[in-house]
């Protein structure tokens, strides 16, 4: 079974940094893309950035570019978000996802980490 | 960037009626289209990708159609565990992958 299990949100002031995980199993973690997502309370979902298998190729969207970096650890089927100088509205939960096997689109997604950005 | 619109923001239905969703892309995505399901303090799951596939788990009641720019997803009788918020989704061109603002469907 495929699960992808986030960790490291909290409380974080403005202009702090912070580290989300993501934690795999039951897939080939090292043979897939790896997304991060978000979605603020009572708002939509926001796709933030992305991952190739390697590593090589990262992207992310403009209202994180610069401070957000995405990273993995294929040995440990782990990915990895770190996040500087926060803001309060990069307060959400934040969800790792794989994309699909037959598409571009996110199949699984986890359950989420709550990041509270606020003094 | 693709921008994504959905019609109307809340749907309220009586359960057992058919129920059509729409989605709209500033540019075409092709069939490259997928559909969420998010019920309250859930996940979002796939529903339907390719525009038209429905993902494992759903029932025949969904379904789904479109190209282009102009996208449906049908409920052909509404349960009352099909209340939640439909995003649908393109990924034809990404990044950024887009989301539009959602559907609520609730029981009237």
């Known amino acids: 079974e495929v699960q992808v299990v986030e960790s490291g949100g909290g409380l974080v002031q403005p202009g702090g940094s912070m580290r989300l995980s993501c934690e795999a199993s039951?897939?080939?973690?090292?043979?897939?893309?790896m997304i991060w997502l978000r979605q603020a309370a009572g708002k939509g979902l926001e796709w933030i950035s992305y991952?190739?298998?390697?590593?090589?190729?990262?992207y992310y969207a403009d209202s994180v570019k610069g401070r957000f970096t995405v990273s993995r650890d294929n040995a440990k089927s782990s990915l990895f978000l770190h996040m500087d100088s926060l803001r309060a509205d990069d307060t959400a939960v934040y969800h790792c996802a794989t994309l699909g096997d037959f598409g571009d689109f996110f199949d699984y997604w986890g359950q989420g980490t709550l990041v509270t950005v606020s003094s | 960037e693709v921008v994504m619109t959905q019609s109307p923001a809340t749907l309220s239905v009586s359960l057992g009626e058919r129920v059509t969703l729409s989605c709209r892309a500033s540019h075409s995505v092709s069939s490259n289209l997928a559909w969420y399901q998010q019920k309250p303090g859930q996940v979002p799951r796939l529903v339907i990708f390719g525009a038209a596939t429905r993902a494992t788990g759903f029932p025949a009641r969904f379904s789904a159609g479109g190209s282009g720019t102009e996208f449906t997803l049908t409920i052909s009788s509404l349960q009352s565990e099909d209340v939640a918020i439909y995003y649908c989704l393109q990924y034809n061109n990404w990044p950024p992958w887009t989301f539009g603002p959602g559907t609520k469907v609730e029981v009237k």
């Open positions: 039951g897939f080939t973690f090292r043979s897939h893309v």
């Open positions: 991952i190739s298998p390697s590593g090589t190729t990262r």
